[in-house]
């Protein structure tokens, strides 16, 4: 049984990880904390677990085995290493960090503590995401010549307990970045986890063209980002994350190889269609993908929880989550300079 705590108390933590944690057999929640101290304790006798009134206390728990971290973006990095330190695995929300020096030094403080970090890219856990990587590793399509890969809805207004652009998705001081950092990471792991191949080079235009605050001022993060991206294996794309699209949300993934192309939660009536070169049509129906209005099963936590039941790596490593962090911070870069970016 994985003793688990989960640290923030907001959306992410009472749609997802709480729920999944609790229909998990081999998981119990024993300990919440927020900042929101009366959240907590409400979330602490629904699920019949302990509110701390400070995180040090609860990682000072001796029966927490392993921590959600589900806070803010700009406090993802303190508090994973502070668990880490007091010897607690880790599930941490993405964005993994707000730099990549936070990235890396989070995975440095998992292998020096011994403990899993685990980090929440759950597109891989797609069900038509993992039968498309298995389609394009079985040559399906080709080699993969270019690709165009989307995340968009109309922002992050609702998915807040504290509704509207005065949330925390939205102050520069706790997000850091917008919907490149909710969305672009997504579709930026993504991809390079389906093609097999990493961004080695970006040419970005990341911009706030439409989200206002209170005031009416254009909020202080970005609300669409358009990457070009190169990749190690030749392949050319372009990833797109957009906060403005209002109207059915987004999350396609077309990709063009020497034999086909394939659409991933492209089609309305099918998860995946591949055209291919000879004119065969190839239909796979698996399953929808989650929205923010329709959240189903993430597969996340199941997984965190198998690793440290059976004490392996977990499926998503803090260290495999690091070329996508890189390509995010280069494409901010790319897009503040107007010059394109290579990764080393």
């Known amino acids: 049984m994985v003793r688990v705590g989960v640290i923030g108390c907001g959306k992410i933590s009472q749609v997802r990880h709480l729920p999944e944690y609790e229909a998990n057999p081999h998981a119990q929640i024993v300990a919440l904390y927020d900042v929101n101290l009366e959240r907590a304790r409400e979330l602490a006798e629904r699920y ?9 206390e609860l990682l000072a728990a001796p029966d927490v085995d392993a921590v959600s971290v589900c806070t803010s973006n700009a406090t993802h990095a303190e508090t994973t290493i502070k668990a880490l330190q007091a010897g607690k695995h880790v599930l941490c929300e993405k964005p993994m960090a707000i730099t990549l020096e936070e990235c890396e030094q989070m995975v440095a403080a998992a292998d020096v503590a011994g403990k899993q970090l685990m980090i929440d890219q759950n597109q891989r856990f797609a069900k038509a995401h993992i039968r498309a990587k298995e389609l394009l590793d079985a040559g399906r399509i080709g080699r993969v010549l270019t690709f165009r890969t989307t995340f968009g809805h109309g922002g992050p207004e609702t998915w807040s307990v504290d509704p509207g652009t005065g949330s925390w998705f939205f102050d520069p001081k706790r997000a850091a970045m917008g919907a490149m950092a909710d969305l672009g990471v997504h579709k930026t792991d993504l991809i390079q986890w389906l093609i097999g191949q990493t961004v080695v080079s970006t040419t ?24 070009i991206y190169r990749m190690s294996g030749g392949a050319v794309g372009t990833m797109t994350a957009s906060w403005t ?29 591949i055209d291919r070169r000879d004119g065969e049509r190839e239909l796979y129906d698996v399953e929808a993908i989650q929205t923010n209005d329709n959240q189903t099963a993430s597969g996340i936590i199941d997984a965190f929880v198998a690793c440290l039941e059976d004490g392996t790596e977990p499926a998503i490593p803090a260290s495999s989550v690091l070329p996508a962090m890189r390509a995010v911070f280069a494409s901010i870069e790319s897009s503040k300079t107007g010059k394109t970016i290579e990764i080393g």
């Open 48 to 56: 019949g677990a302990t509110a701390y009134e400070t995180l040090d």
């Open 204 to 227: 970005a235009h990341v911009t706030t063209l439409d989200k206002r605050d209170p005031e009416g001022n254009l909020v202080g993060v970005d609300d669409n980002a358009v990457c």
């Open 245 to 273: 699209y209002y109207g059915p949300e987004d999350n396609s993934t077309v990709i063009y190889g020497t034999e086909g192309v394939m659409r991933i939660y492209d089609d309305p009536a099918h998860s995946i269609v």
